[in-house]
């Protein structure tokens, strides 16, 4: 199973969870999961490469704050220290609020976390 895979797994349980895309009518709430490609965390003097990393952004909606905010604290309870490939994942800082995305009808709230796991 992909690290990818895994990750997606973690959130199973949690709310709709949309893969890369969003259906032109979700269900709310739901997490959206973009990933990354994985870049070297480490390289040895020649280069070689001895760690990489896999990034991936969630984004949390909701049909307002209070749900916005609900399913925010079930995604960090279920990625803050899971392990994907054997490896810790971990919350990446961005200290965002939740928001309100007033552009689609009726206007949902929104808040993106980013997550990181080093693979060897």
């Not at 973690?10 to 490609?37: E, F, K, Q, R």
């Not at 961005?94 to 995305?101: E, L, S």
Request: with cysteine.
């Amino acid at each position: 199973m992909s690290a990818h895979s895994e990750f997606l797994a973690l959130l199973s349980g949690i709310a709709n969870v949309h893969d890369g895309d969003v259906p032109d009518t979700p269900l709310l709430p739901y997490v959206l999961v973009m990933g990354s490609a994985q870049s070297p965390s480490k390289r040895a003097l020649s280069r070689d490469v001895h760690g990489r990393v896999e990034r991936w952004r969630t984004t949390v909606v909701g049909a307002n704050q209070t749900s916005a905010h609900i399913i925010c604290r079930k995604v960090i309870a279920a990625l803050e220290g899971a392990r994907v490939a054997g490896q810790r994942v971990e919350a990446v800082p961005n200290v965002q609020h939740i928001m309100q995305d007033l552009d689609v009808s009726p206007p949902v709230s929104y808040a993106v976390l980013d997550w990181r796991v080093t693979l060897p």
